[in-house]
Structure formats: structure tokens, C-alpha cells
């Protein structure tokens, strides 16, 4: 009688809850938050409370503040969190940047919203959820009052829902004791919706009927008396005692309290004081179970042959009717298809028997999709791919080629894709200017363009590449018009006379683009072909506009090249005068001259270099090379002895600096005067003349005489001196031939 009132004194406080206002709800755990310690705590909830009632803050045992987030679900008994509304909050919490959120809830969790949590170890540790009866037992240890006024329809003993009430797929039934289930409705349908989602891909469907089969099932309480032994060895009479549950198969679990592992087991200690069952469903179907005598004898059978005792030493203290859920079937609805899913509870096995639609059915889906969205017939529709529970149809109307994703099972279509074709685009616009000839097609992700003109104006059609919707821009001047802009530009500006086209285009639809030729030079200038304005162009006058322009501009000069560089659009003209030699470029669009180099020419310089060679009194020969440097012209002379450098001031004249390099004819002269001045020899003979390997400005010069005598020397190319020289004489005998040798190899060796 207690554990009665006990039962009915939960249930009647956790309806006060239920069914106060969800505004008094989010109030009374607000201030629970307050008691247990929480600070700043604000009530955000209402129509945009964007999954968030509460928001409160709290230090840890760290020491550090932390946000909170709330959602207050005021639910029903009958009605469960699921884990979509689970993941809705987390998406919430992390909109609000809280680090931790409490779901509340009148009611409780479904499973798979309990397994979503603990499973996700992100959340695990972030997500609290607190059921029904969690939160009755908060309320009472921290004392917060609860309204006690409660509409006099809960206080009413529960009913029966009648037959006659408007038609519904679901119905509540309130059956006369508690009934055990794996899963609740919401629970299955939860399931079902997760299969249906990873398996088919399938997101939408309706449950059109949920049948639960049920059976009796009883709570049978024991005690035992039987002969064992105590610790010290002894044999005494000993008692045994528990909760024994009775399934309708006829299997004993002896002891409700030790079986951890039976869902059965759990949900009987959960349930067993409630006074009746509710359970939502279309309908229900009692199977037969074993009745209460036929399950007292059982359970003092089985504890019997437990504790080896007769059943007369078994006594039967109390008992409890319950009802045990067997079985679900659920058949459900999608778009096109239907299905049954049935799960046995009492193995947990599923069975889903769902077939998907044939292609010909999805194929007619597909086609009245497209044709709703395009407004014409298909003319073809094929598949061309399957992905998992997905079929992908490709195809074509008159004016558009189409793709579309359907769902196999269901028959939604996920997804269409149209595209304008471009003979299309291009029929359409020949039927809305019929005078018009079509220039230009540009085909883009989301719109195809037409540029269109007749002999006034230039039209611009865009049509929508998906839809085939389109628009006119008509206001654009053609390119007769545009070119007739150009021309008087350049003439008036430029000069440039009778102007001819060589080609043309429209640039982005939008510009006129020429490219244009004449005597006087070419051109490419761009014409806007809404305002007629001159968006950019470049002129590049003509080899004869150049000359013309030059002389005029130097009348005492005369042209000697003129060449075009097509890279930089500059041209190099080089012009002289009686004295000089002047280089230009000339910027081709605008005719600046710029003087680049400006030298004296050479037959100026080449007499400066010879009267140089006179005053020394040399003999010139010939100039033997011409250079222009960039400061200087560096002119070579030749003498019958010397070769004679003069660096020239290219501009002034000035002899600015001056080289010697002697001949090899001229080493080989200096030597011979030398030796025979210093040894009183003549007939002289040359043996060798060359550049010295080992000193970079000296000739090696080897002579002998008629006594057969050898003379070695360096002679300095700069100056003609003998820089060093060595004789070797001729010994007579076998000794002095061989000094002789020796000699000779060692200035050969010195002189190379």
C-alpha cells in the first residue's frame, strides 16, 4: 500500500510539471540553477529562442567561469526527446559559444538519443540530460516550490480513449497495468528514421499505422527456506528471498534485482511500482502468457531446484501483473513507395521489408518533375548511373538538356538540373530580332548571352541557362555607328585620313573593338556601345608619317634608317648631318623623339687619328679597326711598326687617350739594332718572333749569327725596349758542345 502512494505521489507532481505553462517551467529550473549555484542567470526563452531557454554561468573546480546553455522541454509522459532534438541543441550550443549545455525534459529520452550523447565523446563530457524523474528529485532537494494548482482533468483517474474519437494514425492507450518495452513508440520510429536515412537515404516519411503485440507478464516476489552452511562450516537452516519475473514463454529470471544485463530486468525495476500502462500506438494486439498460478508454480519450481529445497519450503510473499511488449510493425509511407518494419523486442531483431521503385516509375517521377519545372514534353530520359540508393537521369526537352538525382526508394527527386541549349538561344533570338544577324554566342555557368544587330542597333540577349527566361538590352548603337565615332576621333585628334576597317569585334558584349589601317598610320580603338564614349585605343603612325614629321621638325638633317619594332611600338631612326651622326627612337603612338646617341662621323675621327700619327712622326698605313664606345670612338692605326690607339671624344674630338702596341716586325727590329750595336755583329738572322707565354706584354725574339752565335730576348710591346736578353755561343770539343746543349735547353725553357 505504501510503494502505492509512493508511486502515485510521483505521478501526480511530475503532471503538475507537465502541464504548467512552458514559461512557468523555464522559470521554476532557472531558479533550481540559482539554488544549485549558479550565477547570471538569464531566462532567453520564447517563439526565437533559437534552442535555448536558459543561459547561466557557473565556476568550475578550476577555478574558471563557464557558460551554460538550457533547453526546457515541457513533454508529456508519451512523448520522448529524440536525438534529432539533441542534435538541434548542439548546433544551439555551439551558436551561443557555451561551453556546456543541460537539456531538460518533463518527460525522458529515447534510447538512441541516451547512445547519441554517451557514444559522441565530444559531447559526452559537455551534455547533461535530465529526465523527468531527475529533475522532480533536484526540485525537491533544493526546495523550489512548484505550482500545486493543476486543471481538474489531470486529477481525473486516467480513461480509456474512446473508439469515436477523429481518426488518427495514433491513439494513446492507457492499459491496466505497466507494460515493459524495449522501445516506445517514438523510440521505433527513431529507428526506423535511422535506417531509412543511412541505408535509403531517406529523410521524409509518415508512419500510416504502428501495430504492438503485447503479453501478460508477472512479478512474482519469493522467499526460500533451505538447510546450507554458515562460514564457520556448519549446517543451518538458511532463507533466501527476491523478485522473480515470469515472461509469457514461461522463462523465470529468479531475481529481478541481480540481473544487470536484461533490458527486462531493467525496465521492471523502473516500472514496477507504476499503477497502469500508456503506450502510443495505431493498435494493440494481447498475445496469450502464462497465467498467475501457472507463473507462482513456476517460480517456486525453479527456486526449488535452485537452493535444492521442496516447493513446499518456497513461499509466494506478493505479485504484480505486467505486460511485456513482443513485437512492433510499423508500415510507413514515403512519396511513391510504402514499406513494413518490424522488430522484435524481445531478441532486438529487425526486419525491413522495403523494395525500391523500378526505373520506368522513376523515370515518369522524373519526367512530370522536369516538365513542371521547364514547361515542355521530354523527349528523352534515360539512366546513366546508380550511387548507392541514388539513380542519376540524363535528358532532353526540345529546348533544354536535363540531369537529374532521384531517390531509388522513395522516388524523391533530389535533384534537377537544366540547361538551356545554345541552338536554342540562338532560335530564340533570331525569333525576337527576325531582321538581325547573330555575332556572338557566350555560353556561362548561369546564363547564355546573344549579341544580335541589324543594320541601327546592337542587341544584347541573356537568357537564364537553367530556366530559359530571358531579357533584351536594346539601346546599343551597331558597329557601323560605332566605327563612324572612331573615325572622327582619330582624324580630328590624330590626323589619320581615309581610314579603312581591317577587322572588328564586340568585347564583352559591351565594347567595340577596331583594328583600322590608313597612310598615315593604324590603329585599334574601343567604342562603348551603350554611351558611344571612348573607352581605350593606341595609335601606331606610319614609316611615312614619321619621315614626314622628322624632316619638318630637323630640315638640316637627312635620314639614313629608319626600322619598326613591333614589341615596344617604337621606331629607331638615324639621321646625320655634314659632322655628325644622330640615333632616335621614336614612340610610334605619339611621335616624341627621343636622342639616344649623338656621335661624330667616321671619316671625322679617322682624320683626327692620322694627324695624331703624323705629329709623332710616324708613318700611317691604314686604320686597322673602327669602334664606338659609349663615351668615345676608338680608332686603330697602322704604321710599319706600331699599331696606334686613340680614344676620341665621340662629340668634341679630343684625343682623350692613347695606346702603342708594337708589331712583331717592330720587336724584331729593335733587337737586331740592339745587338748589333752592343756585340758589333751583322747579318743578322731571325730565328723566331712571338708573344711571350710567360710575360703578357713582351715579344720573344730569337736571332743567330754567322757564327752561328744565339741572342734571346724580351722586348716590351708597349714601348719596344729589351726588357731582358741572353747569349749563347758556340763551344768547340765534345765538353763544350755539350755546355753548349745544356745552355740552349735552359734558355728555351726561359725564353717561350
Known amino acids: 500500500m505504501l510503494d502505492f502512494i509512493l508511486v502515485f505521489c510521483v505521478s501526480y507532481e511530475l503532471r503538475l510539471l507537465q502541464n504548467v505553462p512552458p514559461s512557468v517551467l523555464e522559470e521554476i529550473v532557472a531558479e533550481l540553477l540559482r539554488r544549485m549555484g549558479f550565477k547570471d542567470i538569464r531566462v532567453v526563452g520564447g517563439p526565437s529562442d533559437k534552442g535555448v531557454d536558459i543561459e547561466a554561468f557557473k565556476v568550475n573546480e ?63 563530457s559537455k551534455v547533461f540530460l535530465v529526465n523527468g524523474f531527475k529533475l522532480l528529485d533536484l526540485i525537491k532537494q533544493y526546495g523550489v516550490p512548484i505550482p500545486t494548482a493543476v486543471p481538474e ?9 474512446k473508439k469515436e ?15 515493459i518495452l524495449r522501445y516506445d513508440y517514438e523510440g521505433i520510429a527513431d529507428r526506423l528514421g535511422e535506417i531509412l536515412k543511412e541505408k535509403y537515404g531517406v529523410e521524409k516519411f509518415s508512419i500510416e499505422k504502428a501495430v504492438l503485440e503485447y503479453a501478460p507478464l508477472h512479478l512474482v516476489e519469493w522467499k526460500a527456506y533451505y538447510i546450507g552452511y554458515d562460514s564457520a562450516g556448519r549446517v543451518r537452516q538458511r532463507t533466501a528471498s527476491g523478485k522473480a519475473l515470469v515472461l509469457h514463454d514461461g522463462h523465470v529470471i529468479l531475481d529481478v534485482s541481480k540481473e544487470g544485463k536484461s533490458w527486462i530486468a531493467s525496465e521492471v525495476r523502473r516500472k514496477a511500482r507504476l499503477r497502469y500502462g500508456r503506450v502510443k500506438a495505431s493498435k494493440l494486439i494481447k498475445g496469450k502468457g502464462v497465467g498467475i498460478t501457472a507463473a507462482k508454480r513456476i517460480v517456486k519450481s525453479k527456486v526449488a531446484s535452485k537452493y535444492d529445497c521442496s516447493t513446499r519450503d518456497v513461499s509466494i510473499i506478493s505479485w504484480k501483473n505486467l505486460y511485456l511488449g513482443l513485437k512492433w510493425v510499423l508500415d510507413f509511407a514515403l512519396t511513391y513507395n510504402s514499406g513494413r518494419f518490424e522488430v522484435d523486442m524481445v531478441k532486438d531483431k529487425l526486419k525491413l521489408d522495403f523494395e525500391p521503385l523500378d526505373n520506368e516509375t522513376l523515370k515518369d ?42 531517390n531509388r526508394y522513395s522516388g524523391e527527386v533530389l535533384e534537377v538540373s537544366t540547361r538551356f ?8 533570338a533570331k525569333a525576337l530580332i527576325a531582321e538581325g544577324s547573330i555575332i556572338g554566342v557566350e555560353e556561362k555557368e548561369e546564363e547564355i548571352i546573344v549579341d544580335i544587330e541589324d543594320e541601327n542597333k546592337l542587341y544584347l540577349i541573356t537568357i537564364d541557362a537553367q ?86 621638325k630637323y630640315p638640316d638633317k637627312n635620314i639614313a634608317t629608319l626600322t ?60 686597322a679597326r673602327r669602334t664606338l664606345a659609349e663615351k668615345n670612338w676608338v680608332i686603330v692605326v697602322e704604321t710599319p711598326l706600331w699599331y696606334r690607339t686613340f680614344h676620341i671624344d665621340k662629340v668634341k674630338g679630343n684625343i682623350a687617350k692613347q695606346e702603342n702596341l708594337l708589331k712583331a716586325e717592330g720587336a724584331e727590329i729593335f733587337f737586331k739594332q740592339y745587338v748589333t750595336n752592343m756585340y758589333k755583329v751583322s747579318n743578322l738572322e731571325i730565328v723566331q718572333v712571338k708573344q711571350s707565354s710567360t710575360k703578357p706584354n713582351a715579344y720573344v725574339v730569337k736571332l743567330k749569327d754567322p757564327e752561328e752565335n744565339y741572342y734571346y730576348a724580351f722586348v716590351d710591346n708597349r714601348t719596344g725596349k729589351i726588357i731582358e736578353h741572353d747569349v749563347l755561343r758556340k763551344h768547340k770539343g765534345i765538353m763544350g758542345w755539350m755546355k753548349t746543349k745544356m745552355y740552349k735547353t735552359k734558355l728555351e725553357l726561359k725564353y717561350r
Open 365 to 406: 517521377i522524373v519526367s512530370k518533375v522536369i516538365e513542371e519545372k521547364v514547361n515542355e514534353n521530354v523527349v528523352s530520359l534515360e539512366p546513366v548511373g546508380h550511387e548507392k540508393y541514388k539513380v542519376v537521369f540524363e535528358g532532353e526537352t526540345p529546348r533544354f538538356t536535363v540531369k537529374s538525382t532521384v
Open 62 to 124: 578550476f577555478g574558471f567561469r563557464e557558460k551554460y546553455v538550457v533547453q526546457v522541454k515541457r513533454y508529456s509522459s508519451g512523448r520522448k526527446v529524440g536525438h534529432t532534438d539533441l542534435q538541434h541543441f548542439i548546433i544551439a550550443l555551439k551558436a551561443a559559444r557555451a561551453d556546456k549545455g543541460i537539456f531538460v525534459t518533463t518527460s525522458d529520452f529515447t534510447r538512441s538519443a541516451v547512445e547519441f550523447i554517451e557514444s559522441n565523446y565530444e559531447f559526452k
Open 467 to 552: 530556366t530559359g527566361k530571358y531579357s533584351i538590352e536594346k539601346d546599343l548603337i551597331s558597329h557601323v555607328k560605332a566605327f563612324t565615332i572612331a573615325e572622327e576621333f582619330l582624324r580630328n585628334r590624330y590626323g589619320l585620313q581615309d581610314l579603312k576597317i581591317l577587322d572588328y569585334k564586340l568585347v564583352n558584349h559591351r565594347v567595340w573593338s577596331f583594328n583600322t589601317t590608313s597612310p598615315d598610320g593604324s590603329s585599334t580603338i574601343s567604342i562603348d556601345a551603350k554611351t558611344g564614349n571612348i573607352v581605350n585605343y593606341e595609335v601606331v603612325f606610319s614609316e611615312k608619317r614619321v619621315r614626314e614629321t622628322f624632316l619638318k
Open 165 to 179: 474519437r477523429p481518426r488518427e494514425v495514433l491513439r494513446v492507450f492507457e492499459l491496466e497495468y505497466p507494460i
Open 564 to 623: 619598326f619594332n613591333e614589341e615596344t611600338k617604337t621606331y629607331s631612326l638615324k639621321a646625320f648631318d655634314k659632322d655628325y651622326v644622330y640615333e632616335y627612337k621614336v614612340d610610334a603612338s605619339t611621335l616624341d623623339y627621343m636622342l639616344e646617341n649623338m656621335y661624330l662621323k667616321e671619316e671625322i675621327v679617322d682624320n683626327i687619328a692620322i694627324n695624331a700619327v703624323k705629329q709623332i712622326k710616324d708613318t700611317p698605313l691604314n686604320i
Open 153 to 161: 482533468t489531470v486529477l481525473k483517474p486516467p480513461v480509456k480513449v
Open 421 to 428: 541549349k545554345k541552338e536554342a538561344a540562338i532560335s530564340l
